[in-house]
Nanobody
Framework: QLSYVESGGDSVQPGGSLTLSCAVFGFSSNTFNHYSFGWFRQAPGMPREGVSCISSYDGSTPYVDSVKGRFTISRDNAKNMVYLQMNNLKPEDTAVYYC??????????????????????WGQGTQVTVSS
């Protein structure tokens, strides 16, 4: 059964950095690299929103405007892992962060705010709190 386990969240001060990790279970090593994965976040009282995606098709890594230049998504196909390096964190980055297999073309839409990922279900997420 496909599942996602996010980790690495913490409480940091503005300007700080964190690296989030996502372990993907259920994909074989031969199929993981065939799928795109995205990071999403949900702040209290707000819908889930896309942050970044890494495409299996062309390797592209789109980002939403609010994190461009600060966040970097990457993947390790040998380990079935997806990462999100976050620098210069701001209070508005405070949210629970999730990763999942998604369609990168829908990153900026509201599609995944109410729907499950392409495979499996959303995990527990990892809490990121940015506060002074």
């Amino acid at each position: 059964q496909l599942s996602y386990v996010e980790s690495g969240g913490d409480s940091v001060q503005p300007g700080g950095s964190l690296t989030l990790s996502c372990a993907v279970f259920g994909f074989s090593s031969n199929t993981f690299n065939h799928y795109s994965f995205g990071w999403f976040r949900q702040a209290p009282g707000m819908p889930r929103e896309g942050v970044s995606c890494i495409s299996s098709y062309d390797g592209s890594t789109p980002y939403v405007d609010s994190v461009k230049g600060r966040f970097t998504i990457s993947r390790d196909n040998a380990k079935n892992m997806v990462y999100l390096q976050m620098n210069n964190l701001k209070p508005e980055d405070t949210a629970v962060y999730y990763c999942a297999s998604v369609d990168c073309d829908r990153l900026r839409s509201t599609y995944y705010s109410t729907r499950q990922p392409l495979f499996g279900s959303w995990g527990q997420g990892t809490q990121v709190t940015v506060s002074s």
